[in-house]
């Protein structure tokens, strides 16, 4: 199977990994093209287009700026509508030709039956329950229906009582300066400075930005008290399902409740997808709990497979 050279990603690539997406009727944040383009740095992330399918492997980036003897190549499911036992086979041939041990990181039920049935006895499977994704009913975060929602509702009702001039305005490159300051006093007052992540997250944020139109992203700002005070960003993963990328608000008005306020907002923009993707949990409590506080209709587990 030959196939052209792997390449970073860029923006030039959206619309292919769109459409291979699409193709593929799949639901994951992970093979969304705005996070495949706009990760490609942190994760050393390098594609190609081989007999009709995406191929995706990660160099690990962050594996080594912390510990450089832990550094390896991770890959991605192919994407698309081709012949995937014939793609997988060239990846175990790439992994080889670099010396470096075969992974599946980041696999779905469907992906995992795939190899358990056409490849069997083949692979190790561990789940991985911190990077499964939360898949939310867009009408159900856009309309917050029936009793199990109460709380929502009484969070939203009361930061619009104490913040009565409160407006949610689309994200446009008019407005993307307001969503970055969100971010800058996020990272501030959260510690960004120095830590890994949030800095990595930080430099994401400020491209996406920056590329707003060229990705075709889509998001809000929230104001009140004549600042701008949460926002978010995202985009599709198919026509079926979006993904949202980034939800901030600035501390002081989380404490009001202004998460529920902007989650509700955006789903009111997106009701021409069917479902909301609002991505992992990585394993932290907090985040946990407040994601299924939600209600996923989905909850899209992740398994590993070396």
Known sequence: MACPCWHEPSPEDAEKLYMAACS??????????ANIILYRKKYGTQVCYCGGTVLRKYGTLEAT??????????????????????????LHK????????????LLTDRQKLFLETKMPNKYTFTE?????????????????????????????SQFMRKHPDAVYRPLTRENAADALFVEETWFAANGGAGDYDKEAERGIISEALALLDV????????????????????????EKIADVHFEKAIPEYDRDGAYAVINQEFAKTMTKYEYLNREEDMGIEGLRKAKLSYHPDILLAKWSAE
């Open 24 to 33: 593929a009727n799949l639901m994951g944040c992970t093979d969304s093209y």
């Open 65 to 90: 700026e912390k510990d450089i003897s832990s550094t390896r190549t991770l890959y991605g499911f192919p994407i698309g509508a081709g012949d995937m036992r014939a793609a997988i086979e060239f």
């Open 94 to 105: 790439d992994a080889a030709e670099n010396g470096m041990p075969f992974a599946f990181p």
């Open 128 to 156: 991985r329950r911190s990077d499964s994704d939360y898949v939310y009913l867009t009408k159900a975060l856009s309309e917050l229906p029936g009793g199990k929602y109460h709380k929502k509702k009484n969070h939203i």
């Open 215 to 238: 990705l075709n992203l889509s998001g809000g700002v929230l104001y009140a008290d004549n600042k701008p005070i949460a926002m978010t960003i995202g985009s599709a993963i198919t």
